[in-house]
């Protein structure tokens, strides 16, 4: 099949791929009496009252807000607003899907950070979550970290969606290569929202539980430039930042000599970046997820053939597909029903250990659950749920 085609036609003859339909159907008087004036004005006053009974009477408690500027949409780049509103929409879909949320795209005309964090915190009072979207870095980890007081989950699912997908596809995989977590050394090449997001949960830095958190021994960070060492003067802050936990030997050079030794690969950047000779460098039995899409850092065969025990790519034709939508659905269905005011950092592990334990025998073609497995959200919603409570986080005025 020939999807980009096929897809035009679906979005064209759908018009959208999303609606908003009432609850209660309005046929009398009375009904409409009920549900709008004079009887909802009991409602009003109820909440202005008591303003946490906004979680009682309204849409507030199941919707989330998708939020994006367009300005890094896929793997498509800046394309703007409008252009978004597909992908957005599509999200929604997912979030109906597999965690039943009401979820609606908001694609802002604008991408001024300064803009785009005041009108989040206007739109906020209906939603009981926001999920911010394909917002490029270093303003989305800008955006997100301002917005954090605002009373209900903020999230940015291409950071923090990405790694815990990521970090629960790799402990099943160094299940199967017989391999400890805390004994790998990780190159990932891409320093965008995903990669530092990455190095960030690999390496336990918010959170130092031992209960939950087993740091990766080593991480290594490339950008376009090459390997990420102190002695670069072409660093924005977030770059800067990664050095305080990566790259603990100051190695300097090219993302294929970074490889030299390896355990795992880990690609967020662009494809056909890596050949096979590149991995025949890396440590016995490695791992590689490259997650560019459309087109992988490196092709599956290709790994293969360069010694690879086990692939993950992005797509979904190809086996052990990194996917998102494994991760986002249950984490704010469990943040929206434990009330959270934000997702902590045990929250995010304990999404990752729900997925990772959701495949019972993990094995080179299946490390990872399939991405429409419809019991995954609800584990990640349930492990979500229960780290909240347990660390007691404020509940949602």
């Not at 021994?217 to 430039?225: A, H, M, N």
């Not at 930042?241 to 662009?270: C, K, M, W």
Request: net charge negative; with cysteine.
């Amino acid at each position: 099949m020939d999807y980009f085609k096929e897809s035009l036609i679906l979005h064209k003859r759908l018009k959208g791929k999303i609606r908003m339909t009432p609850k209660m159907d309005v046929r009398t008087k009375d009904e409409l009496s009920l549900v709008y004036s004079p009887g909802v004005a009991e409602p009003c006053m109820e909440i202005h009252r008591n303003p946490s009974a906004v979680w009682d009477y309204t849409i507030k408690c199941n919707t989330v807000a998708i939020v994006s500027d367009g300005s890094a949409v896929l793997g498509l780049g800046n394309i703007g607003a409008r252009a978004a509103i597909p992908v957005m929409e599509g999200k929604a879909m997912l979030f109906k899907r597999f965690a039943g949320i009401d979820a609606f795209p908001i694609c802002l005309d604008t991408q001024d950070t300064e803009k785009i964090i005041e009108t989040v915190r206007m739109i906020a009072p209906v939603f009981g979550g926001i999920n911010l979207e394909d917002i490029s870095a270093p303003r989305s980890f800008e955006i997100e970290e301002r917005l954090q007081d605002l009373g209900i989950p903020v999230f940015h699912d291409d950071q923090h969606g990405t790694a815990i997908v990521v970090l629960a596809a790799l402990i099943n995989a160094c299940k199967v290569v017989n391999k400890k977590i805390e004994d790998i050394r990780v190159v990932i090449n891409g320093a965008g929202a995903a990669g530092v997001a990455i190095a960030r949960l690999l390496r336990c830095v918010d959170n130092s539980d031992p209960n939950v958190c087993i740091p990766v021994r080593e991480i290594v960070v490339c950008d376009s430039k090459g390997i990420i060492h102190k002695n670069r003067d072409n660093l924005n802050s977030a770059k800067q930042e990664l050095l305080r936990y990566t790259n603990p030997t100051n190695q300097e050079g090219t993302v294929q000599e970074a490889l030299e030794g390896a355990d795992v690969f880990i690609g967020v950047s662009q494809g056909n970046i890596l050949q096979s000779e590149d991995i025949k460098k890396m440590a016995d039995d490695a791992i590689i997820f490259g997650l560019a899409n459309p087109i992988p850092e490196i092709m599956p065969e290709e790994a293969f053939k360069g010694g690879a025990a086990i692939v993950g790519t992005g797509r979904s034709d190809l086996p052990n597909q990194v996917n998102n939508v494994l991760g986002f659905p249950g984490i704010f269905r469990g943040a929206l029903d434990a009330r959270a005011t934000r997702i902590s950092p045990k929250m995010k592990l304990e999404a990752a250990y729900a997925i990772a334990k959701s495949v019972d025998h993990p094995s080179r073609d299946l490390i990872i659950p399939p991405t429409l497995n419809e019991h995954v959200a609800w584990r990640v919603a349930k492990a979500v749920k229960e780290a909240a409570i347990s660390e007691k986080i404020d509940n949602a005025k």
